[in-house]
């Protein structure tokens, strides 16, 4: 049986300064935005210089950091939220989430191509397949932290975690990262390496995230304080994922009828 290694959280600390390693993947998956990137603008038919990328970037960091905190606190700490609104600011006291980053992502889109009338789904569909490796380092950094761990399994590959019980359970951050990381970012990254019509790659993003996520869930322990939402098997992370893939396919189909080309 597979018992968690426990790591420290902390890499090494200076005086009041710590390096974690969640942030180090926050900083590994920031990195892994940035190259390829500059590879993908590099390319003949980009539109995108790839001293832009590094521009953009910044914006995308104040989306993940602001949007995934504040969908932490609005879809899964809500009640904290109400009882204090200071805990909005507590970083140290909660985690991101990924939907809130998302949105916090899209603003960071429409705020940047704004001035340089590239069309929200045209940057979104360069974006896209740059995301998934972020993703995956997030999904380790929640591994090696002990944290967000799968339900009780009787499976030959289930892992202890002794800060919860002594159950073997899904090492769900480990499919996730395996889901939304390397198997969404080889299908976008190959998908995209041809014209496609505006709005197909973000609809694919859409659809695969919410997927893949939707599937994940049923290997992944609830919140404590959340439970199941519905049907005693619906979870948070589900119900906001069925919006995600209805809106994916709806991009495809608007991007089929070439709906989207230039918009804003």
């Not at 967000?148 to 899904?170: C, E, K, Y």
């Not at 322990?221 to 893939?245: N, R």
């Amino acid at each position: 049986m597979l018992v968690h290694p426990q790591f420290d959280p902390i890499i090494f600390q200076l005086g009041p300064l710590a390096v974690r390693w969640y942030g180090l993947m926050y900083l590994c998956g920031f990195a892994a935005f940035w190259c390829l990137g500059i590879k993908r603008a590099g390319k003949s038919a980009s539109f995108i210089h790839p001293d832009q990328v590094s521009d953009f970037l910044f914006y995308a960091v104040l989306g993940v950091i602001i949007g995934g905190r504040v969908g932490s606190v609005i879809f899964y700490n809500f009640d904290h939220f109400l009882a204090n609104p200071l805990y909005l600011f507590k970083i140290w006291q909660g985690g991101m989430s990924f939907h809130g980053g998302l949105i916090g992502v899209l603003i960071s889109i429409w705020l940047y191509q704004k001035k340089r009338a590239w069309g929200f789904f045209r940057l979104g569909d360069f974006i896209a397949p740059l995301v998934p490796l972020g993703l995956g380092f997030g999904r380790i950094g929640n591994f090696i932290n002990g944290e967000l761990w799968g339900r009780p399994t009787d499976t030959s590959w289930g892992m202890i975690f002794p800060q919860v019980d002594n159950l073997a359970r899904h090492p769900s951050q480990l499919y996730q990262a395996m889901l939304e990381g390397v198997v969404m970012f080889i299908i976008l990254w190959v998908y995209s390496t041809k014209p496609r019509a505006t709005g197909s790659v973000s609809g694919w993003f859409l659809i695969l995230y919410g997927a893949f996520r939707f599937i994940a869930e049923f290997a992944r322990q609830p919140d404590e304080h959340l439970g199941f939402i519905a049907f005693e098997w619906l979870t948070m992370g589900q119900l906001l994922s069925m919006p995600m893939i209805a809106a994916g396919f709806l991009l495809l189909w608007l991007a089929r009828k070439n709906l989207l080309e230039k918009k804003a």
